[in-house]
C-alpha cells in the first residue's frame, strides 16, 4: 500500500493504525537486506494508538494517519543514541528530541517504525558498514542498494514502510533511489529542517524523503516543508533541456535513451567547468567531514569504520586556503549556472552511472577503469548538489530489469514544478517504481 | 591551519615618513639649528651604517653561496637592469619630469636591494628563504661600495647636476664604509646582542632614517621644493616607478622561466631582484649629495618603496594560495607530519589508506585549480 492509500483507510476508519503498524513491524523484524538497525516497537505502537484515539475522539489525525515510516540512523529520535551509523556513538548520550523532521511526520499523523543502515557518518555511495553489515537491493539481494541512505531506499523499495527519511551531501538520496527504483528528493538549501541530523558536510548537508510513487512524495514534502505542493504550472508547458557534456559519459546507454526519448530535441547544456566542480565538491566535503571528526581521531582512529576512517583522516590534513578556493570557485559556479539555466524549468540528467554492481566486486566502470562504487557512483549527482539546485530522482519504468532513475533539476524553489512534472512522466509510463521480484509494492 | 593572507594597508613607517616631511614643510629646519641637525644627521648616518654592518650575518651569505646562478641573476638585476631602466629615466625630457626627481629615479636604482622585506616576502610566498637570505645580504654588502661607485660613474655622466665632485665620492664613501666595515669586523664580538635585540634596534634604525628625512627635507623646503615638485610630477613619479617596477618584475619572471630556475629560486629572483633599500637609499643620500637636493632625490625612493611592498605583498599572497594548493600532503612522512601538526597520529594500518586518498585529493586540487596555477 501507498502511504496515500493507507493515511485514506486509517481516516475513514476502513482500517485501525495499530494493525498497520504491527503488520509493518513484523515484516521489518524479517528484514534480510541488512537495512533496519533498530526496531521502535514501543513507540510505533503508542504513536499508532494515538492516531487511532484521535480519530475515535474525532479530531483530525493528520494527512499522513498512521503511515509507517522509517529513519536513515543519523536523524535524533528521543532517548536513542544517534550513532549516524558509527560504533563510536553506539552508547552516546540518548537524543533529547526528535529531529524537527521526525517531529513535523509525527504532527502529520505519521509513526516512526524504525532507525536505519548507512555508511558509516554517511561518507560513501554503497552503505558498506563494517558495523551492521551491507545493505542488499530488494532487486537484487547479491547487489549494493547505494548510499549512504541505503537502508532507506531498501525498506521502501522492499514495500517494508511506504516512506523513508534520508539525507543526501552529494547524492545520497538519489544515488539509491536510482539503484532501487524509488522517487528521491534532495531539496534546495535549508527548506526542509536539518535541525537534529548529524551533520556530514555542513555546505552540502540536506534531508529528504524515499517513496514508491509521485503522490506520496508530494504529500511527505508538504508535510515537511510546510509549502505546498501542488503548481499552476502546466507541466507540459514547462521549458526541458538535457544536461550534456560529462552528463552523457559514463552512462547506460538505457538511461541515455530514455532521457532522449522524455525529451526528444530540447537543448542538450554543457554545465561550465563541470570537472572543476566535481573536485571542488570532494574537497569541501573531505575538509568539512575531517574538520567535523578531527577531533575523535585524534583520539582513536581505528574506532572507526575501515572504510571511512582512511578518507577522513584525509580530509582532516587538507590545508584551509585549498578549502578557501573551493567554495570561492563555488560562489563562482552558481552565478554561471544561474545564467545558463536561466531560460529552463527543468533540466534531465542520469542520477546513476550504471545499475546497482555488484557487493561481491563493488567496483564501477569510469572512463574506462574500474574504480570503488562508494567513491564514483555519485558521479552525477555530485555536482547537482554543487549547484545548490533542487533535485528530484525517478525511477524509469523498466519491470524485469535493475532499476536505473534520473535526475529531475529545477530552479531555486520550484519543487513543486520538479513533481508535477514527475506526475507527468509516471502518468505518461516513463517512469515508475516497480515491485521487487516477489514483493508486492 | 594558515590564515588567508591579506593585503597590507599602508606601510606605518611611510606614515612617519609623510609626517617628517609634512613638519619639515611647515617648521623647516633653519640657521643655526639645522647646522645642529647636520651633525646629527651625519651621527645618525653612521650609526646606521654601522648596525648594517653589524647587523649582516657574512656566515649566511657563505652559506648560500653555492647557489651562484640566482645570486648573479640577482644582482644582474639589481646593478645591471634596474641601473639601465634609471638611466633610461634620467633621460626622459624635463617637461615630463623634473631633472631632480629623475636623478632620484636614477638613484634609487643604484641601490641595492633590502634584506629584511625580500625574506619576508619569500617566506610568504613559500619560496627559498635560504637562498633570498644570502642573494639579499650579499646585494647589500656589495651595495656598500658597488651604490656610491655607481653613482659616481652614472651621475656624474648622466649629469644630473646633484652630485658632489668625484673627489667627495670617493670621501664619502669612506664614510659610509668605514662604520659599516667597523660595524661587521665587531660582529663576531657584537652580532648576537644586535641579533637579539632586533626589536630594540628597529626604532633606532627608523628615527635615524626619520632624522635624515627631516634634515634633508627641511633643506629642501627652504630651497623650494614644493615650487618645484607639483601634484602632476608626483603622478608622473608614481607611473615612472611603476613602470620600472613591472619591467624588472616581467623581465626577471621571464629570465627565470628561460634559465629554467626551479619556482623556489624563481620566487628570490623575482623579489630580492626587484627591491630597492630605503633604509640604505637614504641615509646614501644624504652622504652623497649636496643637503638641498637630497629631499628630491628620496622622494622618488619613498614612493617606490611603498609601491613594492604593495606589489610584492600582493603576489606573495598569491603565490602562497598558490603554493596552499599543492599542499596537498603527498607520501606517508608527509602525511605523518601534517598529521602530527594538527595533534593527530595516522595508525600504522591506515597510512596506506591515508596516502591513496591524499593522493586522489591531490588530484582533485590540481582539477580545481586547473588553468589558473601561478
Known amino acids: 500500500m501507498t502511504a496515500a492509500e493507507i493515511a485514506v483507510a486509517v481516516r475513514s476508519g476502513q482500517t485501525r493504525a495499530v494493525d498497520i503498524v504491527e503488520r509493518c513491524l513484523a515484516a521489518l523484524a524479517a528484514d534480510r537486506l541488512n537495512a533496519v538497525t533498530r526496531i521502535l516497537g514501543e513507540r510505533a505502537r503508542a504513536e499508532a494508538a494515538a492516531v487511532d484515539a484521535a480519530i475515535a475522539a474525532g479530531r483530525d489525525p493528520g494527512p499522513l494517519a498512521g503511515v509507517p515510516y522509517a529513519v536513515k540512523d543519523l536523524f535524533d529520535v528521543v532517548g536513542l543514541p544517534t550513532t549516524a551509523g558509527s560504533a563510536i556513538h553506539a552508547a552516546a548520550p540518548p537524543a533529547t528530541a526528535d529531529a524537527a523532521a521526525i517531529t513535523r511526520l509525527k504532527e502529520a499523523g505519521a509513526v516512526l517504525v524504525a532507525t536505519l543502515n548507512m555508511d558509516e557518518f554517511a561518507y560513501g555511495f554503497a552503505t558498506i558498514n563494517a558495523h551492521h553489515g551491507t545493505t542488499r537491493n530488494p532487486h537484487d539481494p547479491a547487489r549494493l542498494a547505494g548510499g549512504s541512505s541505503g537502508g532507506s531506499a531498501a525498506v521502501v523499495a522492499a514495500g517494508l514502510v511506504p516512506i523513508a527519511l534520508g539525507s543526501d551531501t552529494n547524492g545520497s538520496i538519489r544515488v539509491p533511489a536510482s539503484l532501487t527504483g524509488l522517487y528521491g528528493l534532495r531539496p534546495g538549501p535549508a527548506t526542509l529542517p536539518l535541525q537534529g541530523v548529524f551533520p556530514f558536510a555542513a555546505s552540502f548537508d540536506e534531508i529528504g524523503p524515499f517513496t514508491a510513487s509521485v503522490a506520496d512524495m508530494a504529500c511527505v514534502w508538504q508535510v515537511l516543508s510546510g509549502l505546498p505542493a501542488t503548481t499552476a504550472a502546466d507541466p507540459a508547458a514547462l521549458r526541458v533541456a538535457r544536461l550534456g557534456g560529462r552528463f552523457r559519459v559514463n552512462v547506460d546507454p538505457d538511461l541515455l535513451a530514455a532521457i532522449d526519448a522524455i525529451a526528444p530535441a530540447t537543448p542538450l547544456l554543457e554545465l561550465p567547468d563541470i570537472a572543476r566542480a566535481r573536485s571542488a565538491a570532494f574537497v569541501i566535503t573531505a575538509f568539512e567531514g575531517g574538520a567535523l571528526h578531527a577531533e575523535a581521531l585524534a583520539r582513536d582512529a581505528m574506532a572507526f569504520d575501515p572504510a571511512t576512517r582512511d578518507r577522513l583522516l584525509a580530509g582532516a590534513l587538507l590545508p584551509r586556503a585549498l578549502y578557501d578556493a573551493a567554495q570561492a570557485f563555488r560562489a563562482q559556479f552558481h552565478q554561471q549556472v544561474a545564467e545558463l539555466i536561466a531560460d529552463c524549468d527543468v533540466l534531465l540528467a542520469p542520477a546513476t552511472p550504471c545499475v546497482a554492481p555488484p557487493i561481491a566486486d563493488p567496483r564501477i566502470l569510469i572512463d574506462g577503469a574500474m574504480v570503488p562504487a562508494r567513491s564514483d557512483l555519485g558521479i552525477h549527482t555530485q555536482p547537482i548538489s554543487f549547484t545548490a539546485l533542487p533535485a528530484l530522482a525517478v525511477p524509469l519504468h523498466r519491470p524485469g530489469r535493475l532499476p536505473l532513475g534520473l535526475q529531475l533539476i529545477g530552479k531555486p524553489g520550484s519543487e513543486p514544478a520538479l513533481l508535477r512534472f514527475a506526475a507527468m512522466l509516471e502518468d505518461k509510463g516513463w517512469t515508475g517504481a516497480t515491485a521487487p521480484p516477489g514483493e508486492s509494492a | ?374
Open chain 2, 1 to 374: 591551519m594558515r590564515q588567508p593572507v591579506k593585503l597590507p594597508s599602508v606601510d606605518p613607517f611611510l606614515v612617519w615618513l609623510i609626517a617628517i616631511v609634512a613638519a619639515a614643510s611647515i617648521l623647516p629646519a633653519q640657521g643655526r639649528v639645522a647646522a645642529w641637525f647636520g651633525v646629527a644627521t651625519n651621527l645618525a648616518i653612521t650609526l646606521l651604517f654601522f648596525l648594517h654592518g653589524a647587523k649582516l650575518s657574512r656566515a649566511a651569505v657563505l652559506q648560500g653561496i653555492g647557489n651562484w646562478r640566482l645570486h648573479a641573476l640577482v644582482l644582474a638585476s639589481t646593478y645591471g637592469l634596474f641601473p639601465l631602466l634609471g638611466i633610461a629615466a634620467s633621460a626622459l625630457d624635463a617637461r615630463l619630469i623634473d631633472p631632480r626627481l629623475a636623478a632620484g629615479v636614477l638613484f634609487l636604482t643604484l641601490l641595492p636591494s633590502t634584506v629584511q622585506s625580500s625574506i619576508a616576502f619569500t617566506a610568504l610566498a613559500r619560496g627559498n628563504v635560504a637562498g633570498a637570505v644570502c642573494s639579499a645580504s650579499l646585494s647589500n654588502l656589495l651595495g656598500i661600495a658597488l651604490t656610491p661607485l655607481l653613482v659616481g660613474m652614472i651621475m656624474r655622466t648622466a649629469g644630473t647636476g646633484a652630485l658632489a665632485s668625484w673627489g667627495s665620492v670617493q670621501t664619502i664613501a669612506l664614510q659610509l664604509l668605514v662604520p659599516f666595515v667597523g660595524g661587521h669586523l665587531l660582529r663576531p664580538l657584537i652580532g648576537g646582542w644586535v641579533d637579539r635585540h632586533k626589536a630594540i634596534l628597529q626604532p633606532v634604525d627608523r628615527s635615524s632614517i626619520l632624522l635624515v628625512v627631516y634634515t634633508a627635507f627641511s633643506a629642501a623646503v627652504v630651497n623650494g621644493i614644493w615650487s618645484k615638485v607639483t601634484v602632476a610630477q608626483l603622478g608622473v613619479l608614481l607611473m615612472l616607478s611603476a613602470v620600472i617596477l613591472a619591467l624588472v618584475m616581467m623581465t626577471n619572471a621571464l629570465v627565470a622561466r628561460l634559465a629554467g630556475l626551479p619556482r623556489e629560486d624563481a620566487i628570490v629572483l623575482l623579489f630580492c631582484g626587484s627591491k630597492k633599500s630605503l633604509v640604505s637609499g637614504v641615509p646614501m643620500a644624504a652622504a652623497l649629495f649636496a643637503p638641498a637636493t637630497v629631499g628630491m632625490v628620496v622622494l622618488p625612493l619613498m614612493i617606490f618603496h611603498q609601491l613594492q611592498l604593495f606589489t610584492c605583498a600582493a603576489l606573495a599572497g598569491r603565490f602562497d594560495r598558490a603554493a596552499a594548493l599543492r599542499d596537498v600532503p603527498q607520501g606517508a612522512e608527509a602525511a605523518a607530519a601534517a598529521a602530527a601538526a594538527r595533534g593527530i597520529a595516522i595508525p600504522e594500518a591506515c597510512m596506506p589508506g591515508v596516502v591513496a586518498n591524499l593522493a586522489l585529493l591531490a588530484r582533485h586540487a590540481e582539477t580545481l585549480h586547473g588553468g589558473t596555477r601561478a
